[in-house]
T-cell receptor, first 109, second 112 residues
Framework: GQNIDQPTEMTATEGAIVQINCTYQ??????LFWYQQHAGEAPTFLSY??LDGLEEKGRFSSFLSRSKGYSYLLLKELQMKDSASYLC??????????WGAGTKLIIKP | IAGITQAPTSQILAAGRRMTLRCTQD?????MYWYRQDLGLGLRLIHY???????GKGEVPDGYSVSRANTDDFPLTLASAVPSQTSVYFC???????????FGPGTRLTVL
């Protein structure tokens, strides 16, 4: 079966760094996405990795290791507005997205 | 303003009733998707359309139907609603199946 695993909840302090991990087992791999979802709102696109390595975009970076079936999202200089759920999704061999349940990130002052 | 809209925002529905959730995008995206999101679960794909005139089944299609008569609209119909269809429904679109997806604001549906 297909499976995406990520921690249910994480807590971090304003101004700090947090790493949210995602492991996956899917039928085929055609890229990995990270989305941010604030409570009661729609998911919004953050990053995309298809090759191994680190993709940096401002305060957010995403890493991929295809051989390990592993990705992480790194958030630096945390702000209160970063409190949200972070969704990991893998595009499988049928070009459909398989979604993790999301990691709820709580930022404390 | 370019984007993707959904209607209604929320709805309470009696079991057995028929309901259509509307989704419209003005980005001229070829691909469109319907997901449901339930607490503790990831987004699950109900139906998708890679281009106008074609549709496909996702992970949880039973009890739902879709049509794609044109590029902009992708309505989702529940023929006879059941309480297990209580969920938040998101419509999404992408330029193609290879691109990132953009999501509508969602419809919160309660079936009693």
């Amino acid at each position: 079966g297909q499976n995406i695993d990520q921690p249910t909840e994480m807590t971090a302090t304003e101004g700090a760094i947090v790493q949210i991990n995602c492991t996956y087992q899917t039928s085929g791999f055609n890229g990995l996405f990270w989305y941010q979802q604030h409570a009661g709102e729609a998911p919004t696109f953050l990053s995309y990795n298809v090759l191994d390595g680190l993709e940096e975009k401002g305060r957010f970076s995403s890493f991929l290791s295809r051989s390990k079936g592993y990705s992480y999202l790194l958030l630096k200089e945390l702000q209160m507005k970063d409190s949200a759920s972070y969704l990991c999704a893998v595009r499988d061999s049928n070009y459909q997205l398989i979604w993790g349940a999301g990691t709820k990130l709580i930022i404390k002052p | 303003i370019a984007g993707i809209t959904q209607a209604p925002t929320s709805q309470i529905l009696a079991a057995g009733r028929r309901m259509t959730l509307r989704c419209t995008q003005d980005m001229r995206h070829n691909a469109m998707y319907w997901y449901r999101q339930d607490l503790g679960l990831g987004l699950r794909l109900i139906h998708y359309s890679n281009t106008a005139g074609t549709t496909g089944k996702g992970e949880v299609p039973d009890g739902y139907s879709v049509s794609r008569a044109n590029t902009d609209d992708f309505p989702l119909t529940l023929a006879s609603a059941v309480p297990s269809q209580t969920s938040v429904y998101f419509c999404a679109s992408s330029e193609s199946a290879s691109n990132e997806q953009f999501f509508g604001p969602g419809t919160r549906l309660t079936v009693l």
